[in-house]
Antibody
Framework: QVQLQESGPGLVKPSETLSLTCTVS????????WTWIRQPPGKGLEWIGY???????NYNPSLRSRVTISVDTSKNQVSLRLNSVTAADTAVYYC????????????WGQGTLVTVSS | QSVLTQPPSVSGAPGQRVTISCTGG?????????VHWYQQLPGTPPKLVIY???SRPSGVPDRFSASKSGTSASLAITGLQAEDEADYYC????????????FGGGTKLTVL
């Protein structure tokens, strides 16, 4: 069974960079779209973007200038970097595995809350 | 404002059938892109219940079904159970702005 586990700082200061890692176990990185999705407290889901295992990426236009998603196949890890954060970036961040470029995700991590505050 | 529009809430009694709508436009559902549906219980990550508009992942009961027509899609749940009370989100792909994945705003299903 594939398992995904997000990790990273729970508190980030405004204007700094949010960095999260998703460790994938029980399955291969190859063949999938590795996706980050976030959910502000009490609100709906927002797609951040994905990294396809061969190296292509697709990002939410509203975040494109600030976000980078990468994959380290040797470590079976997916990373998210979001620059110049503000309080509006406070959310639970989920890592997910997608079999298709259309965006659906069949396995999700438990999510990690990141709060942006000084 | 979400690209896909869902009603904020729906409700139904145990045993009843409820539907949740997801309305898009010509750049997403209307362009032929599939719709996917997730169930999210409080404090847990979303769970895929329908993918590619009408396919159920293994383990999802056949009480869950979905359809798509024109620029809209809908999720139907029959034989409503208390455990179905959750937030439901639709998802699709939008071709605007170089193409990206979009979610609906979510619908809270209450089992009366």
């Amino acid at each position: 069974q594939v398992q995904l586990q997000e990790s990273g700082p729970g508190l980030v200061k405004p204007s700094e960079t949010l960095s999260l890692t998703c460790t994938v176990s029980g399955g291969s990185i190859s063949g999938y779209y590795w996706t980050w999705i976030r959910q502000p407290p009490g609100k709906g889901l927002e797609w951040i973007g994905y990294f396809y295992y061969i190296g292509s990426t697709n990002y939410n236009p509203s975040l494109r200038s600030r976000v980078t998603i990468s994959v380290d196949t040797s470590k079976n890890q997916v990373s998210l970097r979001l620059n110049s954060v503000t309080a509006a970036d406070t959310a639970v961040y989920y890592c997910a595995r997608g079999p298709s470029s259309s965006g659906w995700a069949d396995f999700w991590g438990q999510g990690t809350l990141v709060t942006v505050s000084s | 404002q979400s690209v896909l529009t869902q009603p904020p809430s729906v409700s139904g009694a145990p045993g009843q059938r409820v539907t949740i709508s997801c309305t898009g436009g010509s750049s997403n559902i209307g362009a032929g892109y599939n719709v996917h549906w997730y169930q999210q219980l409080p404090g847990t990550p979303p769970k895929l219940v329908i993918y590619n508009s009408n396919s159920r992942p293994s383990g999802v009961p056949d009480r869950f079904s979905a359809s798509k027509s024109g620029t809209s899609a809908s999720l139907a749940i029959t034989g409503l159970q208390a455990e179905d009370e959750a937030d439901y989100y639709c998802q699709s792909y939008d071709t605007s702005l170089s193409g990206y994945v979009v979610f609906g705003g979510g619908t809270k299903l209450t089992v009366l």
